[in-house]
């Protein structure tokens, strides 16, 4: 039996989007360096021949990309809409290509444990359609303005979960036939239609992405343990004439510029030693030498672009950057906050991450002859 999936991803997340007031649709978010519905895919494929994403092509192309997956199709705007969507694409395929069987998993539940999949396929062989499901075991009440109206009896009740396992010719034609869109899920459709739907256990584990809660107990499950390291950064420039002077990303109104291969920005510069210190990484001049004729007058920002790059592709997250600019001239406090602002957007996180302050060296030393600038910096980062 040739089995295939339809891994559904076209949703807007409305209600996690109201609750966290995030605006990234909630299958793609992070958990341990990955997307929620890469953590789907990875679940499902070594069981199918077959997987269908369908929702948005180009966020799944790219949150997919490298796993054998058929091109995204787009979803519709109901769910049921979406399963259509899948089940035509794997009917338009090659005759010999089409599944027998065919899985429907919401992209927004990423940890789906082997045996319950196993299990699903399973039931295929004697029933016409099976899912996952999970006895109800707390007492159940139904509320009217904000009181208890009645109690239900939770005898002979389930939670349904996917993925949900039909016999694909079967499941394709009673979408076609159903006369409307409304189906929560794809058993409805066969309980309708009076053909038999098998109950396999469930996992608790299989939680779907609803609530910023929700999050929270799927970083815990897959997420990998992190554990934070710290680095420190320290560099010098001395000022220049005719340059411009950049600090932390932006441009300073002064007399002077610093001295220096690329554009100097020595709160950069510092930054991320701090950053590759913090992953064992070793400094800047290994990933940018100074030797190298291309980074000459380069600016700086496209360090740090790489620096935190370099974070994201550990799997790791920026926990905080602290910047201490030391001169006596210029005044730094003017321009801290938007020194704040430019770091945290090349860094791609909140800007309460991030820390930009000055001092003096109360004229003694180079600094405070005004001859140049220096600057340290830590930095924080949570790695697997």
């Known amino acids: 039996m040739k089995v295939a999936a339809i891994l559904l991803a076209a949703g807007t997340g409305s209600r996690y989007a109201r609750e966290s007031g995030t605006s990234t649709p909630k299958q793609f978010l992070q958990i341990g360096g990955k997307p929620v519905i890469r953590h789907a895919a990875e679940a499902l494929l ?25 091109p995204p199709v787009p979803g519709g705007e109901m769910r049921q809409d979406s399963v259509r969507a899948g089940l035509e694409a794997l009917d338009r395929l090659p005759e010999a290509e089409r599944p027998d069987l065919v899985l429907v998993h919401d992209g927004a539940r990423p940890c789906v444990p082997a045996r319950l999949t196993e299990s699903v396929i399973a039931a295929l062989a004697e029933h016409s359609g099976a899912i996952p499901a999970v006895r109800v075991a707390d007492t159940l009440k ?41 189906a929560t899920d794809d058993a409805l459709l ?12 469930g996992s608790e584990d299989n ?17 990998p343990t992190l554990l934070p390291r710290t680095g420190f950064g320290y560099d010098v420039h001395a000022f220049a004439e005719n340059r411009p002077l950049i600090m932390c990303g932006i441009p300073i109104p002064y007399d002077r510029g610093l001295a220096g291969h690329s554009d ?5 510069h ?6 590759y210190g913090a992953l064992a990484e070793g400094d800047i001049g290994r990933h940018f030498p100074p030797s190298e004729n291309k980074w000459k007058d380069a600016d700086s920002s496209r360090f740090l672009v790489h620096a935190g790059e370099l974070i994201r592709k550990k799997g790791g997250m920026l926990v905080n950057a602290d910047v201490t600019l030391i001169c006596e001239r210029p ?45 340290s910096a830590t930095a924080t980062v949570l790695v697997p």
């Not at 100097?264 to 950069?268: L, W």
């Not at 991450?353 to 140049?372: D, N, P, Q, Y």
Request: glycine share 10%.
């Open 207 to 223: 939680i779907k992405l609803t609530y910023e809660e929700d999050l929270m107990r799927l970083e815990r499950l897959i997420g």
């Open 270 to 275: 510092a930054l991320c030693d701090a950053i």
């Open 190 to 201: 066969f309980e309708s239609a009076g053909f038999s739907v098998a109950l396999v256990p």
């Open 142 to 182: 139904r509320g009217e303005n904000g009181v208890i109206s009645g109690t239900v009896s939770r005898e002979g009740l389930y939670r349904a979960q996917t993925p949900q396992g039909f016999r694909f010719p079967l499941l394709r034609d009673l979408h076609r036939n159903a006369s409307s869109a409304e």
């Open 46 to 70: 070594p069981h199918i021949s077959i997987l269908q994403p369908v929702g948005h092509p180009e966020s799944l192309s790219e949150a997919l990309s490298g796993l054998s997956v058929l």
């Open 264 to 268: 100097a920005d020595v709160g950069i």
């Open 331 to 375: 005044k730094i406090g003017p321009h801290a906050q938007a020194m704040r602002e430019r770091l945290a957007s090349l860094l791609q996180v909140d800007i309460n991450r991030i820390s930009v302050k000055a001092t003096t060296s109360e004229k003694l030393g180079f600094t405070g002859r005004e001859e140049g600038i220096a600057c």
